[in-house]
């Protein structure tokens, strides 16, 4: 039987004086409202009408959810409760109270054809009322949920080199770089460190601003005349205040180090260096 709305399906010789719903001519108007929406409606949609517990569906639902011997617009709830009535007790409870509800992404049994399957599914719940704004029914429609977003392709490892005279801060920053995924070395001084630049690349120079000897300043304008597309972070115990003037790009970081500004600083070098964008 394809109805598309009541008026096809009162003309169409189906014994509804039969069934618990009666003849359509002497349903609420709130019913055949309802069913003429719902058999027009391209969305799945089943609505569980009165203490009878009548079933009511669109194409769209046998579609999604039914069996091959289903036809809308209905019949009565089967033996075993269909997934979107029987998932949540307190979903359909509260839609019986009158409070509409959404719920998205909800993995639900199914049983079609005889065959056992899981299917996740976005549901919405709604009451209908009639004149006297008495909860007469539930109306649910149903989608497929949406397939989860890719997760993000991880951070790019970065090349580090570390800077640092002070050895538990070194060894603290260097543990929490390599815990990120970066490769990381490090050095005391400013001078060793202008060295190692000197005969290998890096990404980025994660230097502190006070050092004996050549200074962290000094260690990075160096650096950058070798190696221009370097990223330098400054480390101070104070913030930016040594550094905001310099001539080149920088990040500088208080000490003592927040886990996530450093992590973030780093995930934003990685990011732009993926692009290939020039340093700011």
């Known amino acids: 039987m394809q109805f598309n709305s009541i008026d096809a399906a009162a003309k169409s010789g189906f014994a509804w004086s039969h069934t618990a719903l009666g003849e359509p001519a002497e349903w609420p108007h709130c019913l055949r409202a309802?069913?003429?929406?719902?058999?027009?409606?391209?969305?799945?949609?089943?609505?569980?009408?009165?203490?009878?517990?009548v079933m009511l569906y669109n194409h769209a639902y046998v579609a999604l959810l039914g069996s091959q011997h289903m036809a809308a617009p209905g019949a009565r709830v089967p033996a075993i409760l269909p997934a979107e009535w029987s998932w949540s007790a307190a979903a359909l409870e509260s839609a019986w109270a009158g409070a509409p509800g959404h719920y998205r992404g909800q993995t639900l049994q199914l049983w079609?054809?005889?065959?056992?399957?899981?299917?996740?599914?976005?549901?919405?719940?709604?009451?209908?009322?009639?004149?006297?704004?008495?909860?007469?029914?539930?109306?649910?429609?149903?989608?497929?949920?949406?397939?989860?977003?890719?997760?993000?392709?991880?951070?790019?490892?970065?090349?580090?080199?570390?800077?640092?005279?002070?050895?538990?801060?070194?060894?603290?920053?260097?543990e929490m770089l390599q815990a990120f995924g970066h490769q990381v070395q490090a050095v005391g001084g400013g001078e060793e460190a202008a060295g190692i630049l000197a005969a290998g690349r890096f990404d980025v120079l994660f230097t502190d601003v006070s050092l004996p000897g050549m200074s962290g300043v000094d260690l990075a304008r160096a650096a950058l005349r070798g190696q221009p597309g370097?990223?330098?972070?400054?480390?101070?115990?104070?913030?930016?205040?040594?550094?905001?003037?310099?001539?080149?790009?920088?990040?500088?970081?208080?000490?003592?180090?927040?886990?996530?500004?450093?992590?973030?600083?780093?995930?934003?070098?990685?990011?732009?260096?993926?692009?290939?964008?020039?340093?700011?």
Not at 34 to 50: E, Q, R
Not at 132 to 144: D, I, K, Q, S, T
Not at 233 to 252: C, K, M, N, Q
């Open 230 to 280: 370097l990223q330098i972070i400054f480390a101070s115990g104070f913030g930016d205040t040594l550094t905001r003037h310099v001539e080149f790009a920088a990040t500088a970081l208080q000490k003592p180090y927040d886990m996530e500004l450093l992590k973030g600083a780093l995930e934003r070098i990685g990011a732009q260096l993926a692009s290939g964008a020039p340093p700011p």
């Open 112 to 174: 079609r054809d005889g065959v056992a399957s899981e299917r996740a599914l976005d549901l919405y719940y709604t009451p209908i009322r009639d004149e006297l704004a008495r909860v007469r029914g539930v109306l649910c429609c149903l989608a497929a949920a949406a397939a989860p977003a890719a997760p993000p392709a991880p951070p790019r490892a970065l090349r580090i080199l570390v800077v640092e005279d002070n050895l538990d801060a070194q060894f603290l920053v260097c």
């Open 34 to 53: 309802t069913l003429d929406i719902m058999l027009n409606s391209p969305l799945a949609s089943v609505l569980m009408w009165g203490p009878e517990q």
